[in-house]
């Protein structure tokens, strides 16, 4: 099975917080892991904030960032699934940013593995919802 993971697990593997050891779990879990190139921006600015805030250091920070494309198995280009992301953000009334990561599974039959429960909650109800594995549930 490939797993799509997201910012909100992807910034688990390196910043200790809740469900972070089953972020962690992810990294020796044998499927493929793949995103949206999004991710490192993303990742970029959870860095940032955190940063800002004194919760990590400069150094924690450049970990992150220059860490995170070797533990994917994949970055995909956006530009591949931008015109389904802003379908599917459009059906769902959400960001953009966060349909990327669905568009990925749905265009690879993967898994959209999240730690957002926002996102999940939006998508219980529709046709993504299978597509969908909380952080934490049973991989």
Known sequence: MTLVVDASV?????????LSDHAEMLLVNPSARIAPDLIVAEVCNVARTKLRRGEITPE???????ELPG???ELVPCA???????SIACALDHPSYDCFYVAL????DA??????RRLRSKLASTRWA???IGLGEAI
């Open 80 to 86: 591949q699934i931008a015109v389904r992301a802003l």
């Open 10 to 18: 992807a910034c688990k593997w390196f910043i200790s917080e809740t």
């Open 105 to 108: 599974a749905e265009a690879r």
């Open 60 to 66: 924690q920070a450049t970990i992150m960032v220059d």
């Open 111 to 116: 898994r959209l593995v999240t730690a957002d």
């Open 130 to 132: 299978a597509l969908v």
């Open 71 to 73: 533990l994917l198995d």
